[in-house]
């Protein structure tokens, strides 16, 4: 399947924390792109799941970026399957789609690391971050050669919909006006 579809899909919201947002380039763009996925993974029925990188240094996911009650697991690995207890939440046939920091580091470790596993990905440009642009285009290109696709979020926001007919398309569609 090339369309993503809400019902097949999971959200993976990497290392979006506090003390590490202030030196993203780009970051309240990348921040702003993050909370449209998880609002519209929220209201569509989206499993989600964050992780935060040594969350005693970094601090935690930055405030009122999740909904009450998200999954949130700290890790010391790059790749996020290094901590057993994400490996283990991170199994099923769901297509993942992933926003979050750094590019070329967590997430483009953790990508390659699903994508060894024969996972589905979908890497979403427009909500992944680094502290430097070439290093965040470095990583997408390799991502892309390895086998994830690169998204947009808008790209993800209307295939999750489908349709105009969908009861909750004026909704999403407001996050991006």
């Given at each position: 399947m090339l369309t993503l579809e809400a019902a097949r899909s999971e959200l993976l919201i990497i290392d979006i924390q506090t003390r590490l947002m202030p030196a993203i380039q780009e970051g309240p763009a990348v921040l702003a792109r993050a909370r449209q996925l998880v609002t519209a993974a929220d209201r569509l029925g989206v499993p989600l799941l964050a992780t935060e990188q040594n969350p005693a240094g970094l601090g935690p996911t930055v405030a009122g970026l999740l909904p009450e009650g998200t999954e949130v697991l700290p890790k010391m690995s790059f790749d996020a399957l290094g901590a057993p207890a994400i490996a283990a939440r991170l199994t099923g046939d769901r297509t993942l789609v992933v926003a979050g920091c750094e590019?070329?580091?967590?997430?483009?470790?953790?990508?390659?690391?699903?994508?060894?596993?024969?996972?589905?990905?979908?890497?979403?440009?427009?909500?992944?971050?680094?502290?430097?642009?070439?290093?965040r285009k470095a990583a997408l290109k390799r991502m892309r050669q390895a086998g994830a696709g690169i998204v947009t979020t808008e790209m993800v926001l209307f295939e999750w919909l489908g349709s105009a007919e969908h009861p909750a398309f004026r909704e999403i569609v407001a996050l991006i006006k």
């Amino acid at each position: 399947m090339l369309t993503l579809e809400a019902a097949r899909s999971e959200l993976l919201i990497i290392d979006i924390q506090t003390r590490l947002m202030p030196a993203i380039q780009e970051g309240p763009a990348v921040l702003a792109r993050a909370r449209q996925l998880v609002t519209a993974a929220d209201r569509l029925g989206v499993p989600l799941l964050a992780t935060e990188q040594n969350p005693a240094g970094l601090g935690p996911t930055v405030a009122g970026l999740l909904p009450e009650g998200t999954e949130v697991l700290p890790k010391m690995s790059f790749d996020a399957l290094g901590a057993p207890a994400i490996a283990a939440r991170l199994t099923g046939d769901r297509t993942l789609v992933v926003a979050g920091c750094e590019a070329h580091v967590c997430v483009l470790q953790t990508v390659l690391g699903l994508l060894q596993r024969g996972r589905r990905v979908q890497v979403v440009a427009d909500a992944v971050g680094s502290r430097h642009a070439a290093n965040r285009k470095a990583a997408l290109k390799r991502m892309r050669q390895a086998g994830a696709g690169i998204v947009t979020t808008e790209m993800v926001l209307f295939e999750w919909l489908g349709s105009a007919e969908h009861p909750a398309f004026r909704e999403i569609v407001a996050l991006i006006k």
